[in-house]
């Protein structure tokens, strides 16, 4: 880290610290929130969870090398340092942001209701040809996660970026007044969380805050694909950079191949440049990304080679669109997380495959009062595609089972029972659905098949 005092740390949050005065300027070597994280020099947040309470690992915490704690309740017998907060959650977040601007670099804010983090991992990539590079590790997007995102961030960082993700109004203005972007990416303004923002107008609004907070002279990346974001002519009285598929964004693509797992081949246009690459990915919609992370990569100064090279070493995290070949299956493991756009988005990856496909879809969460008919058209969608068979788990998902002419399981324990039935040797299987669903065991189940 930057060196970052208890002093500084105590005026940042408006906190009362607790401690001799020798240890103000003791300087903290990172931010912990898990007690068995703890290294010499920590700096402990205690914060109260649902089962459990961070106070209550506070001594230990101390014994294991942390030199202080911030705290809702002062601890009992302690002789270490200590800063007094009324929310450690909020004083977390004027931390971040007092750590951040300690910092004067490149910072790129990545949101949207689909592909956020497989674009700020295809940034991460080409960012890193030039730039030692900072990222958002995991699901830590959200006002817990930024601040610590933005805390662990190295001394001689050179660039960042920082995946935020949002439910509801006002959250993006918090995330963006701690992460102060530099560049914004937005990727897609889709259903999600419609239960608190309404409508797709409501997504829009709600991903735009970001824009609030971005640094004097910040640049505006925008799928010009999406008809939402292709509305947004200036920002701040600055025209944003398009991209998109479509041949009018100025950072485009042509001859696009998708060769499933063999990635996707395609020409990146942009002034004058045609950049042949190779996308180690099976989603067309990754050309997208791809196009995002060239137009960041772009104005941050990176040459063709390193623009090239970037979006050729991308690697896929976690459950986001991961092939799994068990022998008998080829597995589509995309069940981090589902709203109707990346559902439909992921099926057009399936249907790219060869062979006999398969979609084992369940229940998305946070659609509103549309709910029922977002996943009856998600099933037509799959049906209008001609996706060979299509198996939904859970409650919603009846609806979505009727628009695919389907087969329906209330529970995922009661499908497993029925899947070695349904499935052929060498099919292709998509499996995805809302986190959670913990459709993962779904993906488990199918590789002992």
Known sequence: MKPFT??????ACGGIYVGSDEM???????????????????????????????????????????????????????????ILVPSTLEAVKKIGKAYREKFDIPVVGVSGSVGKTSTKEMLYAVLSQKYKTHKTQGNLNNELGVPLTLLSMPEDAEAAVIEMGISGFGEMTRLAEMAQPTICVLTI??????????????????????????????AFILNGDDDKLRTVETVRGKKPVFFGLDSNNPYHAENIENNGEGGVRCTLCFED?????TIPAIGSYMVSNALAAVAAGRLLGLSDDELIRGVESYK?????ANVVNTGRLRIIDDCYNANPTSVKASLDTLKNFSGRTVAILGDMKELGVNELALHFDTGAYAKEL??????????????LAKGANGVWFESIEAAVKELPA??????????????SMQFEKIVDYLKTI
Request: proline share 2%; charged share 30%; net charge neutral.
């Open 273 to 277: 440049k045609r950049l042949d690459v």
């Open 24 to 82: 103000k300027s003791a300087v903290i070597t990172s931010v912990e929130r898990d007690s068995r994280q703890i290294k010499d020099g920590s700096l402990f947040l205690a914060i109260k969870g649902e089962r459990v309470d961070g106070h209550d690992f506070i001594k230990k915490c101390y014994d294991s090398g942390a030199i202080c704690a911030i705290c809702e309740t002062a601890p009992l017998q302690v002789e270490k340092p200590y």
């Open 189 to 218: 303004i889709g259903c999600c969380h419609l239960e608190n923002l309404g409508d797709r107008d409501g997504v829009l609004k709600a991903k735009t805050e970001m824009f609030r907070y971005a640094r004097e002279g910040a």
């Open 316 to 320: 896929t995290v976690g459950s986001r």
């Open 422 to 435: 349904l499935l052929r040797d060498n099919d292709t299987v998509l499996v995805k659905a809302s986190h």
């Open 386 to 399: 001609g996706i060979d068979r299509v198996i939904a788990v859970g409650p919603l998902a009846k609806e």
């Open 6 to 11: 208890l002093a500084e740390i105590a005026e």
